[in-house]
């Protein structure tokens, strides 16, 4: 475990207790298609873990469980050990407890940049404006784009509209943090500029999960990959030992396209 507890401030290992997220047997159709297949998945407390695999393997659908964006078939799914709530408030509560980043930035257009990092705070956490806009301040800087504040989306790059959807997310002090391919709608010169953000999240401790085709974040960043292939989830292992040594032959199958171009 020691690569692990390097990257994460030489904590020592994950407590295996902490259980953040679990997901327990879930099962997933739509229509005919199985899209995710008898998935159990613990994710620890300050844990990253890197989700990756083939087009239409289910890592995005499997991201959207855990905020309730899609439901599930079967199976049981706990935030911090309660089961996901169905609807109303609860959801909405839940939401924010699990920020989410998705690969087109959903921003709201209308709003400034500030707003868009102030809005649920008052209207989730029901935090006042004052404070509510020093922290959106306090988080575009943190993430790049302080001097963005009053802009509207559209006129932002689209590497700084990520960010500033990343701050928006964190804005609500979440538990988690999942990023489904937050880089792939992105220009080659801005993928960094993202990955950078979310690399010092992974440093300072959040609990990250992270559907990405960034084998370099994947290895980097994570403390565990988890390969999935035909809606299962083939193989787990540390960044290294996957990389280096892919127990699966859809994995070895996987890397050999990936790596070698």
């Known amino acids: 475990m020691s ?23 879930v099962n ?4 005919a298609l199985h899209v995710l297949q008898d998935i159990d998945l613990t994710i620890a407390r300050g844990e990253v873990v890197v989700v990756i695999g083939p087009s239409g393997s289910g890592k995005s659908t499997l991201c959207r469980t855990i905020n309730r964006l899609e439901t599930v078939d079967s199976g049981g799914i706990t935030i911090d050990g309660k089961p996901l709530p169905q609807e109303g408030k609860e959801l909405a509560r839940l939401r924010a407890d699990v920020g989410m980043v ?12 500030l707003e868009n990092v102030t809005l649920g705070q ?23 784009v302080g001097n963005q504040a009053d802009k509207y989306p559209a006129q932002l790059s689209g590497g700084q509209q990520q ?3 990343i701050a928006r997310a964190l804005a609500m ?10 880089t792939s709608a992105l220009d080659p010169e801005m993928i960094n500029e993202v990955l950078e953000v979310m690399q010092q999240l992974a440093q300072e401790g959040m609990t990250m999960v992270v559907v990405t085709h960034e084998m370099g974040f994947a290895r980097s960043a ?10 299962r989830i083939v193989e787990e292992a540390t960044p290294d030992q996957f990389f280096s040594n892919p127990r699966s032959d859809r994995a070895k199958d996987f890397l050999s396209k990936i790596l070698h171009h």
């Open 28 to 31: 997933k159709h739509f229509g």
């Open 222 to 231: 994570a403390n565990r990959v988890v390969f999935m292939a035909d809606g």
């Open 102 to 113: 998705f690969q087109s930035f959903n921003l709201f257009a209308h709003k400034t940049v």
């Open 173 to 182: 002090d979440p538990k988690v943090m999942l990023f489904d391919e937050p």
């Open 163 to 165: 960010r500033v959807a």
């Open 3 to 25: 690569e692990v507890s390097v990257t994460k401030d030489a904590r020592g290992p994950e407590p295996a207790t902490d259980k953040l997220v679990v997901l327990d047997n």
């Open 122 to 144: 008052t209207k989730v956490r029901k935090t006042d404006k004052q404070a509510a806009e020093q922290k959106a301040r306090a988080l575009l800087d943190r993430v790049g």
